[in-house]
């Protein structure tokens, strides 16, 4: 059994497009934006990016803004914050270097979702 995709939900589908196309490089594969979904490559995983509205139940507005657990791998954390940064992408403060050995830094896309940056030790 292999991870084929993960969801991650969002009120806006066209911010978020944009934001995972244009500002973090992921590959399209769908646009589906018409109908709410959105679905890219990385590697051999999709991610899928789901519309919630507003007006949803409440057990589906909470899937949106909050801790995903994504994180992407980078060579260079400190070179592509500032990447990030210079793109207007908010993080919630400067890469941390972690009890294992590697860093992280925490960024949030336009739906508040938190996500992770990662440098791996070595």
């Known amino acids: 059994m292999n991870l084929g995709a993960v969801?991650?939900?969002v009120h806006e589908i066209e911010p978020?497009?944009?934001?995972y196309e244009s500002v973090l490089g992921l590959a399209l594969h769908y646009d589906g934006s018409a109908h709410g979904v959105c679905v890219f490559r990385s590697g051999s995983i999709e991610l899928l990016?789901?519309?919630v509205g507003r007006d949803a139940p409440a057990e589906e507005r909470c899937l949106v803004g909050r801790f995903s657990g994504?994180?992407?791998d980078v060579s260079d954390i400190r070179?592509?914050?500032?990447r990030l940064g210079a793109l207007g992408v908010v993080f919630s403060g400067e890469p941390a270097l972690q009890p294992w050995g590697g860093w992280l830094a925490t960024l949030r896309d336009p739906a508040g979702n938190a996500l992770q940056l990662v440098q791996r030790p070595g």
Request: net charge positive; glycine share 0%; proline share 0%.
């Open 79 to 82: 070179a592509e914050r500032e």
């Open 16 to 19: 978020a497009r944009r934001f």
């Open 70 to 72: 994504l994180s992407f």
């Open 7 to 9: 969801r991650l939900f």
């Open 49 to 51: 990016l789901e519309s």
